[in-house]
């Protein structure tokens, strides 16, 4: 019921191409659903972020798909650039005090130039 | 305004050691939040404290792992008698109100026991 399950694994995109990376949840009380990047070495900083009362946000080259229904969420990156590369993870949780986030297992994005 | 402090950033401990993770939260932020990121895989949560007090610790290992969060300092994760298992990046997150939503991670601890 708390599981999130992320794919791919890793995905490699040419300079300019749309990255796209997708995530399922079973646990239909989730009502926030954030995007996390993480540099080699670093921790993971908030991309972007939904809930589940809109079907899709964007945030410059950011795009969150959303699909209550189908219990899916899914990141757009618009013209990936090199310095996109990195390891993307998505997590679900509720928007309330003392909850914790369920994250994905992570999918490594390389952008080539 | 500096961001979640987390020392040491890398820790090396021989099977059987003592390991002690430090965070040090954002300024204003009374809840910390720690999480483990094992090799290839996402960051699972561990323990969530605000001061004084544990809120949720049901994520840590019911042996040799516990974590305290002081009135005054930094929280701290230890973990008694390491294991192999135990090497992974700990990442702590703090907020101010208690939710993950305005929470920001540390660059984490990497423990590797040998």
């Known amino acids: 019921q708390q599981q999130v399950k992320q794919s791919p694994q890793s995905l490699i995109v040419q300079k300019g191409g749309i990255s796209i990376i997708n995530c399922a949840y079973e646990?239909?009380?989730?009502?926030?659903f954030p995007w996390y990047q993480q540099f080699p070495g670093k921790g993971p900083a908030l991309l972007i972020a939904?809930?589940?009362?809109?079907s899709e946000k964007k945030e410059g080259r950011f795009t969150i798909s959303f699909n209550k229904s189908a219990k899916q969420f899914s990141l757009h990156i618009m013209d990936s650039q090199p310095g996109d590369s990195a390891t993307y993870f998505c997590?679900?949780?509720?928007?309330?005090?003392?909850?914790?986030?369920?994250f994905g297992e992570g999918t490594q994005l390389t952008v080539n130039p | 305004n500096a961001g979640v402090m987390q020392n040491p950033r890398h820790l090396v401990r021989r099977r059987g050691q003592e390991a002690r993770l430090r965070c040090s939260p954002m300024k204003g932020h009374s809840h910390v939040y720690w999480y483990r990121q094992l090799p290839e895989e996402g960051l699972k949560f561990m323990v969530y404290?605000?001061?004084?007090?544990?809120?949720?610790e049901s994520g840590m290992p019911k042996e040799r792992f516990s974590a305290e969060f002081p009135k005054e300092g930094p929280s701290i994760l230890r973990i008694q008698q390491v294991v192999r298992g135990d090497s992974a990046a700990y990442f702590c997150?703090?907020?101010?109100?208690?939710?993950?939503?305005?929470?920001?991670f540390g660059q984490g601890t990497r423990l590797t026991v040998v």
């Open positions: 939904i809930r589940p009362d809109v």
């Open positions: 997590a679900a949780g509720l928007e309330t005090s003392g909850s914790r986030l369920t």
């Open positions: 997150a703090s907020s101010r109100q208690g939710m993950m939503t305005e929470a920001f």
């Open positions: 404290l605000q001061k004084e007090n544990i809120i949720d």
């Open positions: 646990n239909t009380a989730f009502d926030y």
